[in-house]
């Protein structure tokens, strides 16, 4: 049995080409020992798609995971949502994984694109079982995930993605099977999965989607743990009080700031060495503490985090989800986003002399964190904030 598993999830949505709301929606939930999340596809586009994708996402969401069967759910989605008067139908697409911590649950499919399991580096089709509910035909998938394995689900917009442009017939399952397999890399996050295929998808709609477009990943990892301390403590005297505590578990080690470098490094005694080189000239550079994992300068290293964190978390961004630059703020990214699970912040409240004359105030310090703090639990990790 994998030890200290954790299942992380995210999604990248395009929008059909000139609307301003997106048709489909994902809804997640963490709660009950459980992971749950829906993928909805609302018929058509624009407002009513997203109202009807908005409102399945959530009847599902909250239902699935208290445990409700899916014949259940289904019928109160189809009582519930407004019925189209051209059409006559009165639904949205669904897809809808529901796992426990350890990667065991079901996988439910009502009119989307088939999920994508990936398993030991490749892609594979998931055996689907057919269930008959109020005459609609939904498949169910019994999951039970292993290390590193992955879920792709997807709305219709990445099967239709270049018709009549860069391809003829959009293109099909196999080929973007093949276009993952290619382009996964082992320990990429699940939104970086996720956003591998909904990237592809735009560059074959040569950026004006034809069709809204939502891919959404889950997958099983081993949990990271990574301890960041930022600032001075209070009180000199519990200086090496609060480094003994940052510095417990296995686990990674960050440190940020010059006059808290002092500190962690008066504690391992040992020495601060900075670094001469200077990958982005608008971000200090690194230092390194024997002991440490990563060592940066502080407020204008996070602040330059804070603008990197605001765009991995953006549902429609579409910027690469990983960080290969080897500035500070680059390498925080990758730790803190794409790495770790776990995010636990020491955060000193002492006043900083190396601040004094400068736009810099604890209030600042503190608010920044807060953010920083805010965008991590967006993305899915368990973050806990220690002030010292």
Known sequence: MMTDPFVEYGYVSLNKYGEELCGDKVECTSSHGHITVVLADGLGSGVKANILSTLSSKILCTMVDNDMPIEECVETMIQTLPVCKVRGVAYSTFSVIHVDMEGRGNLFEFDNPQAIYYHDGHCRDFE??????????????????????????????????????????????????????????PGMSARCIAWLLASACNDLYMDKPGDDTTVAALRLRRACRVHLMVGPPVDKE???????????????????????????????????????????????????????????????????????????????????????????????????????????????????????????????????????????????????????
Request: proline fraction near 3%.
């Open 128 to 185: 689907r079982t057919p269930m008959d509910v109020l005459g609609k035909k939904v498949y169910h998938t019994k999951l039970a995930l292993e290390e590193n394995d992955a879920v792709l689900i997807m709305s219709d917009g990445t099967i239709h993605a270049g018709i009549g442009m860069v391809l003829n017939f959009g293109w099909d399952r196999k080929e973007i099977m093949e276009h993952l397999d290619r382009n996964i890399k």
């Open 238 to 388: 519990k200086d090496d009080y609060y480094v003994s505590r940052f510095m417990e578990g296995n686990c990674k080690k960050i440190v940020c700031g010059g006059t808290t470098s002092q500190v962690v490094s008066r504690y391992l005694k040992t020495s601060v060495r900075t670094s001469l080189d200077f990958p982005d000239k608008d971000v200090p550079p690194i230092g390194y503490i024997d002991g440490i994992d990563l060592t940066t300068e502080g407020v204008i290293t996070l602040r330059k985090l804070l603008d990197l964190c605001d765009k991995y978390v953006s549902s429609n961004d579409l910027s690469p989800k990983t960080f290969n630059k080897k500035d500070g703020a680059s390498l925080l990214a990758e730790m803190l986003l794409e790495e770790a699970t776990h995010v636990t912040f020491f955060v000193g409240q002492g006043m900083n002399k190396a601040h004094q004359g400068l736009p810099i105030d604890i209030t600042m310090k503190l608010k920044l964190v807060e953010r920083l703090a805010a965008n991590l639990e967006a993305a899915g990790k368990v973050v806990e904030i220690h002030y010292m």
